[in-house]
C-alpha cells in the first residue's frame, strides 16, 4: 500500500514570497490532516479535512495560510506571503475515518530567508 | 501553554537494556494517548496507543504504561535496539476528537 506522497519535499523562498505543497493521502483515506513542525517542537495541527470538508482549522493562521481539499482526495496548502517565522516542516497525514490510525508523509521542509 | 510534555530532549541506552520515555499532560480531558517514533527525513510513525481506559497497553518489545491520577505516561522498550534510535513523540487527543496535541519529542540513541 502506497503511503502519503508530499511534493515539494525541499523549498527556500525569501519573505513575503508565496509557496504551495501538495499531499496525496492514501486511497480511501476519508480524513486528512497538516501540521507544521517547527524545528525543536512536536506537530501542531494546522487543518483537518473530512472528506472535502473542513472539520478543524482553529489554529491556521488565516491571514496568509489557506488549504483546499477538491473532491476529497489530493489537498494543497498555501501560505501567502511567507514571514521567517514560517520556516518548519510541513506535515500532511491521513486516516480512514474517525478515530483511526494517522499515518504521515515525509513532510515538506520549508526555509523563509 | 504546553498540554503535553516530554521533559528529557535526549536519552541514551545500551543495547539489550531498557528505554524508559516519558510524558506528562496537563488537561484531564484527555482520555486517548500515543507514542509516535521518527527518523530523520521521513514523518512520524505511528507506534503504539492506550486508552484511559486501560493502564497498560503492550505490543512487542513495546509497553505503554498510563497513570491518570499522576497524568503520567511513560513508553518502555525491552530490549533496546540500535534500530530504536529515533526521535519518539507523545500524543494525546480528547473526547472523541481526533485532533492530536503533540510534546516536543525525546531524542532516543541506542548504543551497540
Known amino acids: 500500500e502506497a503511503g502519503v506522497a508530499q511534493s515539494p519535499r525541499y523549498k527556500i523562498i525569501e519573505k513575503r514570497q508565496s509557496v504551495a505543497f501538495w499531499c496525496n493521502p492514501i486511497s480511501g483515506h476519508a480524513t486528512l490532516y497538516w501540521y507544521q513542525q517547527i524545528l525543536g517542537q512536536g506537530p501542531k495541527l494546522l487543518i483537518q479535512?473530512?472528506?472535502?470538508?473542513?472539520?478543524?482549522d482553529s489554529q491556521l493562521p488565516k491571514d496568509r495560510f489557506s488549504a483546499e481539499r477538491l473532491k476529497g482526495v489530493d489537498s494543497t496548502l498555501k501560505i501567502q506571503p511567507a514571514k521567517l517565522e514560517d520556516s518548519a516542516v510541513y506535515l500532511c497525514?491521513?486516516?480512514?475515518?474517525?478515530?483511526?490510525?494517522?499515518?504521515f508523509g515525509p513532510g515538506t521542509r520549508l526555509l523563509v530567508l | 501553554d504546553q498540554q503535553v510534555k516530554q521533559n528529557s530532549p535526549s536519552l541514551s541506552v545500551q543495547e539489550g537494556r531498557i528505554s524508559i520515555l516519558n510524558c506528562d499532560y496537563t488537561n484531564s480531558m484527555f482520555d486517548y494517548f500515543l507514542w509516535y517514533k521518527k527518523y530523520p527525513a521521513e514523518g512520524p510513525t505511528f507506534l503504539i496507543s492506550?486508552?484511559?481506559?486501560?493502564d497498560k497497553n503492550e505490543d512487542g518489545r513495546f509497553t505503554v504504561f498510563l497513570n491518570k491520577s499522576a497524568k503520567h505516561l511513560s513508553l518502555h522498550i525491552v530490549p533496546s535496539q540500535p534500530g530504536d534510535s529515533a526521535v519518539y513523540f507523545c500524543?494525546?487527543?480528547?473526547?472523541?476528537?481526533?485532533?492530536?496535541?503533540f510534546g516536543k519529542g525525546t531524542k532516543l540513541t541506542v548504543n551497540p
Open positions: 497525514a491521513s486516516s480512514k475515518g474517525h478515530q483511526e490510525t494517522q499515518y
Open positions: 479535512f473530512q472528506n472535502n470538508g473542513v472539520v478543524d
Open positions: 500524543a494525546a487527543s480528547k473526547g472523541g476528537s481526533e485532533k492530536l496535541v
Open positions: 492506550i486508552s484511559s481506559i486501560k
